[in-house]
């Protein structure tokens, strides 16, 4: 009897071990039900976004090591986005690739080249006029200093001077640094130039079999993507360099004017960097504008900087409100917040380049990501 009950126990435990999970099975069990939801699903976000940052992280730092080669591969891009439309045409009306990559490279140099010269020209020209306004102006502030509510006599602003003299001679160790560090960034910029020419050419020539070579090794519907998101990318890049070209020469010719009626000197290399500082969105005119101010302040004085002023705040909301809702706002479509925390963003990570490049790849990522994030099954591969 003893032996028949102890049979069924044995086989009761027996089918309970079989049947029953496995302890370490039972414990993960009860320790995920206790785990909230929303805990779990954070918990998984946060690894993969840390892996994306790590990620992010190495790839900037590999940016800065190559960044002889970064910084002309991307200048190039944004140039050739500038120039592919003379390009395109001139191969319309017949010219070959080669020879229609030529003229457009040609001309931009050419271009360049002139803009430098007439800077040049203009700043040996109107540089005896410029220090004669500004010791003028400097004894105007003198005298003004010298009365209320200042009252600061002769003897004092020379103190200042003479500290000011002094406090340079201290630190001649970084100016001469500063000089050092001025012939590299020299030497840089010169290779810099080269590489953005060279890019170009190649870029404007044979860009279309540049991106048929880097996406031949996907697979059909991979290939149509990526071709339908660089299709979209080029464009997007496209229409915002000729929109933000349209406003720079609005900028220019608006600025200029009011510099030449209030007789400021250095005319053309002011109305050249403001032409310039048009391709960083909200923050490169109003330093360029801080400049131009400052010049016209030390040459024509407070009645003439103040009327700039209010050409520049003038200028601001005519571009806000019309300048770029119209002509880049269609292109681009980010809201202006948006455009403010990506320029903020470029500008931390990468200075003025940052900034420069920060607004035209917010807007190429924009406008690519539908095209790779979705399944494009009814595109045929090309």
């Known amino acids: 009897m003893t032996g028949q009950a102890a049979g069924p126990a044995r086989a ?11 302890r370490d099975a039972e414990v993960r069990a009860i320790s995920g039900s206790q785990v909230p939801g929303p805990l779990r699903r954070a918990a998984d976000w946060s690894w993969r976004l840390l892996l994306v940052a790590a990620v992010a992280y190495l790839g900037f730092r590999a940016a800065v090591a190559l960044r002889l080669l970064v910084v002309p591969m991307i200048a190039a891009i944004l140039l050739s986005a500038l120039l592919q439309p ?93 000089a050092v560090t001025g ?22 020539k044979d860009g279309r079999r540049i991106w048929t070579w880097l996406t031949s090794g996907l697979g059909g519907p991979a290939r149509a993507r990526w071709n339908k998101a660089g299709e979209a990318a080029w464009h997007v890049l496209v229409s915002y360099i000729r929109g933000t070209t349209v406003v720079a020469l609005i900028h220019a010719v608006f600025i200029g004017l009011a510099l030449w009626l209030l007789g400021v000197p250095l005319l053309v290399p002011l109305v050249i960097l403001v ?43 005519l571009e806000s409100h019309l300048l770029q809702p119209l002509v880049v706002g269609r292109a681009v479509r980010l809201h202006p917040l948006g455009i403010i925390v990506v320029l903020a963003v470029g500008g931390i990570v990468a200075g003025i380049p940052g900034a420069i490049v920060a607004v035209p790849t917010a807007a190429v990522i924009s406008y690519a990501w539908p095209h790779l994030r979705h399944d494009h099954d009814d595109v045929q591969p090309r």
Do not use: C
């Open 86 to 178: 003379l390009t395109a045409r001139l191969r319309r009306i017949g010219l070959p690739a080669l020879a229609a990559t030529w003229v457009t490279l040609l001309a931009a140099i050419a271009v360049l080249t002139g803009l430098g010269i007439l800077i040049a020209t203009q700043v040996q020209a109107d540089y005896p006029a410029l220090v004669s306004e500004v010791k003028r102006t400097t004894r105007q502030v003198q005298t003004y200093l010298t009365g209320p509510p200042f009252h600061l006599t002769g003897i004092r602003l020379e103190q200042l001077s003479a500290k000011l003299v002094h406090y340079l001679a201290q630190h001649q160790s970084m100016v001469a640094g500063a």
């Open 183 to 204: 012939g590299r960034i020299f030497i840089e910029t010169v290779t810099g130039l080269i590489l953005t020419i060279f890019i170009t050419f190649f870029l404007l």
């Open 275 to 317: 032409f310039l500082a048009a391709y960083v969105p909200l923050v490169g005119i109003l330093v360029v504008g801080a400049l131009a101010i400052v010049v016209t302040l030390a040459t024509k004085g407070w009645i003439a900087a103040v009327i700039l002023l209010a050409v520049f705040l003038a200028e601001n909301q």
């Open 12 to 22: 009761a435990r027996v089918t309970g071990a079989a049947g029953d999970p496995p």
